[in-house]
């Protein structure tokens, strides 16, 4: 697997990845990471494409759900220290 972007924001942090012939692309937020999976060959324009496809609406969205899946793990952990 190798880097092909990082891409660093205030409020997550990017990774694309190139491996076995598909793009990987990380957002990370504290200790909470998603991964995309794409295909290279449906990247038409390559890495542009992948820049094309993280507009903001979609980097919002992951964002709200980091804070779902935040709020999920610290109710489960109350649920673990009762």
């Known amino acids: 697997m190798r880097v092909i972007a990082e891409l660093p924001r205030p409020d997550c942090k990017i990774t694309i990845f190139s491996m076995n012939m598909k793009f990987l692309i990380k957002f990370e937020k504290g200790s909470f990471e998603q991964t995309y999976k794409l295909s290279e060959t449906d990247m038409t324009n390559g ?28 109710a489960d952990y109350k649920r673990y220290e009762s």
């Open 47 to 74: 890495i542009n494409s992948i820049f094309e496809l993280l507009d903001e609406e979609f980097i919002q969205t992951v964002i709200k759900k980091f804070d779902a899946m935040r709020n999920d793990f610290n």
